[in-house]
């Protein structure tokens, strides 16, 4: 380039001598690093003394990062002012030439920018300005400033719409397919080159920004941002070596516009306080290393982290560490992990956390302090949360603690407790029995473990005791009538494999004064919810029992089973039921009036039922000898059976003593659901007679 | 009257059971395509909320042969009396023609995606859905979903697909035939695009996406 300048100059000089007023010069193709340039041809024309025309036509312009080159260029500079000093060419225009017509050679030329221009010979300082020309629906200006020991380039834009930039641009460059980016921008560029050193500095706005990728994980739309950015790169003189690292500070400020980077939503909302990102980092071909990075949402929550990424050969996440500070749950929640977790429950209070994330060590933990947790539903909930929930890929004993004051289960009210336990990789581990205090009684876990959380083949084993609740206080929490004594069990081992749960041993409750030994358990939990069980009672004391219904009561003992129980989706498919009097029943065995009433009328009325009830009216109870009832239910049809077969029917009721009652059912196959419609009208047998 | 002979009586007895064991009877189960897409169409209607009989792609027919019997042609005459006692033996294969799709299981899988459907449909409509060509469905383009629907599009997505594949599955074995998932997957892919409202897009046999 300062041979062509010289060489302007001299003809310059020499146009005075020889009293020239026009040199044309074909330059041919002229080849400098960076760019080349085909069918040159310069042509000056003189004025007056001081004053040249100056054409510049250039073919083809080849740039090594175009894919087509710019072709039929034409710079125009009609006064072009020089004197020993200076060459200086107030307005140019910088055309692009095409034939409109081949036969009749016409040509029409299209005015890409004007432009100004001044070269001081002495410090050989050239200045450059592009005047302010339409741009994918915007303007852009720039100015250039060079001399011996450093440039600057200056480049304003205003409203520039990021989509229709982009389109022209693909018709010279390849653009990356698999990322979209589209709004408007405006921005103010300046770009210092020393000997030392190259700085760049960028301030802009973005509006109805919007970005993503080609698979929808990371993306970003209606965003209003500005962004401030500072850039330095060392000036490497040594050409063997990779270029020094480029350092940079940044700052985003998004005012408005919602962001998603999966599986994280964001919605920033105005008016409210703007969200700020602050970045320094040192970005190299191989590495970016973020030094610092601050991301804060005010009154939400501030993020702080260091991260170092490997580029090539290959891209690799080396260290990534996130603290998070001041985290308010109550607009956290909503506004991250909503859309993600569901808005089944609100969770309020205080937060803070820490990631750490290389390529062995993978850890995170969470600090609650005074957290309540709601389900909308008012399933559960817990209130004033504090602890530390901690999670490692590798370590084993890395205890999480937490505790809380007050929970509830549906209606049923749990007092304080706390627990101890380990969650690492994919497993989850009671470090200490957790007992959870319920009513007067509780409920102690005494071991849990849990594998292969979030896959396929989770498993999980739990065991424990239920210490004695009493039923009165228990009825009373859920609501239901009063009920006497209490409620206790041993939990044995219960096994959750390949989606079916199971049971170990034998669990035992101890129940209405009697005991419930549930022998086999298996609960398939799929679609479809399929139990098969058997379960056998002993001694249940009736008058406890009967108390809860509004049958009548009734005292003694009732021992039997429900054995091979199938259920689908909780409805009964096939049982074998019996229960009756035991024969080592030690309590009196009497029948109420009305339990007695409530079976007579099971049939429906009728003739029987009247004399019946007459007589009824003469006495408040009756002994009885044995009561029993089975079912057999097979196929929609429940085989009835009593406890002792008569000459046409069963004994529901065998009486004893005087006045004597027998109830006697005379069906011994009745539909299930019809049964079923019979129990909810307190009725239990077809056709009972009294005698 | 013609009177056989002891000995004639002797002979064609012997003769009979020759042709018994010889008479090569081969019983083979075949996949019930045409039940299979019955069985389809059934569970897409409920799940698309169609009311309408599906139309077929292919014209209904009697169900494909379930029995094959290759009695030797030199036994032509024999068979003809043999083939009530072979139809006594195939009556349990040809009862497979009916595909089973009642089970519990089937009917909570199809409810569920019935009630999904509704969720998924304006997905399907504006093409950010699509289904493809292996009986599932795809977030074949995020854009087209606003990004605080895309979780849970997503998860949708992926529940469907699990209920897709359970159903599947669920109806080989409620049909006591297991062996039979790939072809009731295979018919499933084809009905479910075949059923598709205008404008759905699909994945073709070639991988490519088109709409309806």
Redesign the interface.
């Known amino acids: 380039m300062k041979h062509q300048l010289f060489l302007l100059l001299l003809i310059s000089w020499h146009s005075n001598l020889c009293a020239l007023d026009r040199i044309t010069l074909e330059l041919g193709s002229v080849t400098m690093p960076g760019w080349q340039a085909e069918n040159v041809v310069a042509q000056l024309q003189w004025r007056d003394q001081q004053t040249m025309a100056l054409s510049l036509r250039v073919a083809k312009l080849i740039l090594p990062n175009l894919k087509l080159p710019l072709t039929q260029l034409r710079l125009e500079c009609p006064r072009l002012q020089s004197n020993p000093n200076q060459f200086a060419c107030p307005q140019a225009q910088l055309y692009k030439d095409s034939e409109v017509n081949n036969t009749a050679r016409k040509i029409s030329a299209t005015t890409l920018v004007t432009l100004s221009f001044t070269y001081l010979i002495q410090p050989q300082r050239l200045e450059f300005q592009i005047q302010p020309f339409s741009l994918a629906g915007g303007n852009l200006t720039a100015q250039v400033i060079s001399n011996l020991t450093q440039w600057q380039a200056e480049i304003k834009v205003n409203q520039l719409n990021l989509e229709q930039l982009l389109t022209q641009l693909a018709t010279f460059i390849d653009l990356p397919t698999d990322f979209t980016v589209a709004g408007d921008t405006s921005l103010q560029l300046t770009v210092l080159t020393t000997t030392q050193v190259m700085t760049v500095n960028l301030t802009g706005t973005l509006n109805r920004f919007k970005y ?1 990728n080609s ?3 990371q ?3 209606n965003l209003v941002a500005q962004l401030t950015l500072q850039a330095q790169q060392p000036i490497s003189t040594n050409t063997n070596s990779p270029p020094p690292p480029w350092h940079l500070q940044s700052t985003l400020t998004m005012q408005r516009g ?3 980077s ?2 994280i ?1 964001v ?1 920033i909302k105005y008016p409210d306080p703007a969200v700020q990102l602050t970045t320094e980092l040192s970005w190299q071909a191989t590495t970016l290393d973020i030094h610092s990075f601050t991301y804060t949402h005010p009154n939400i929550m501030i993020l702080k982290g260091i991260c170092h990424i490997q580029l090539a050969p290959e891209f690799a996440l080396n260290q990534l560490t996130i603290q998070l500070t001041d985290g308010h749950l109550a607009e956290f929640y909503p506004r991250y992990l909503q ?2 977790l569901g808005d089944n429950q609100s969770i309020s209070g205080l937060a803070d956390g820490r990631l750490e994330w290389s390529q062995r060590k993978h850890y995170w933990q969470i600090n609650l302090f005074h957290a309540n947790l709601i389900d909308k539903q008012q399933r559960f909930q817990i209130q004033d949360l504090n602890g530390l929930l901690q999670w490692h890929n590798q370590s084993t004993e890395l205890p999480s603690h937490l505790r809380w004051s007050q929970a509830s289960l549906w209606t049923l009210k749990l007092k304080p407790s706390e627990i101890t336990a380990s969650f690492t990789g994919t497993q989850f581990k009671l470090l200490k029995p957790w007992q959870q205090p319920i009513l007067d009684g509780a409920i102690t876990v005494k071991q849990f473990n849990l594998e292969n959380w979030g896959q396929e083949n989770l498993r999980w084993e739990l065991s424990g005791k239920l210490t004695p609740i009493t039923m009165q206080s228990l009825s009373v929490a859920l609501g239901g009538p009063t009920l006497n004594g209490q409620l206790s069990a041993d939990i044995p081992p219960l096994i959750y494999q390949n989606h079916q749960l199971s049971l170990a041993q034998v669990l035992r409750l101890q129940l209405f004064d009697g005991n419930v030994i549930i022998k086999t358990l298996k609960l398939l939990w ?3 919810a399929e139990l098969h069980t058997g379960i056998e009672f002993d001694k249940i004391n009736l008058k406890t029992l009967t108390k809860i219904t509004k049958f009548g009561e009734i005292q003694g003992h009732l021992s039997g089973y429900i054995r091979q129980l199938h259920l ?2 909780w409805q009964p498919v096939s049982f074998d039921a019996y229960l009756a009097t035991p024969e080592d029943n030690s309590l009196p065995k009497t029948i109420s009036q009305k339990a007695i009433d409530n079976l007579s009328s099971l049939g429906g009325g009728g003739v029987v039922n009247t004399i019946s009830k007459s007589m009824l009216r003469i006495f408040e109870n009756f002994s009885y000898r044995r009561i029993g009832w089975g079912c057999l239910l097979r196929n929609g049809i429940c085989q009835m059976r009593g406890v002792e077969k008569t000459k046409d029917g069963y004994y529901i009721v065998q009486g004893g003593g005087l006045p004597r009652i027998d109830v006697i059912g005379y069906n011994t196959q009745v539909d299930w659901n019809e049964l079923l419609s019979r129990l909810k009208r307190i009725s239990q047998v077809d056709a009972p007679v009294i005698k | 009257m013609i009177k056989l002979k002891p000995n004639l009586r002797r002979y064609q007895a012997l003769i009979l059971l020759v042709c018994l064991v010889n008479a090569c009877v081969t019983i083979n189960v075949y996949f019930p395509a045409a039940a299979a897409q019955e069985a389809a169409d059934r569970i897409i209607n409920k799940v698309y909320g169609n009311d309408t009989t599906p139309p077929s792609s292919t014209p209904p027919t009697a169900p494909p042969t379930t029995s094959q019997i290759n009695p030797e042609s030199s036994n032509q005459s024999t068979t003809v009396w043999l083939m009530p006692i072979a139809d006594f033996f195939i009556t349990p294969a040809l009862a497979q023609a009916n595909l089973d799709i009642s089970t519990p299981t089937i009917q909570t899988l199809t409810a569920n995606m019935t009630a999904r459907h509704q969720k998924l449909l304006p997905h399907y409509n504006s093409g950010a859905l699509g289904l493809t060509n292996d009986a599932l469905i795809t977030l074949r383009d995020p854009n087209q979903v606003p990004l605080k629907l895309r979780n849970e599009i997503k998860s949708l997505v992926a529940q469907e697909n699990q209920d897709r594949l359970k159903l599947y599955r669920e109806i080989a074995v409620a049909n006591a035939h297991p062996e039979w998932e790939a072809n009731i997957r295979a018919t499933f892919a084809k009905r479910w695009i075949d059923r598709a409202t205008a404008g759905w897009w699909y994945q073709n046999a070639n991988g490519d996406w088109q709409p309806r």
Do not use: H, R
Request: hydrophobic fraction near 25%; charge should be negative; charged fraction near 25%.
């Open positions: 993503s698979t929808g994980t993306a970003g739309e919602e962001i998603y999966d599986p939503y919605d859309t993600w799929g679609e479809v689908i989706n």
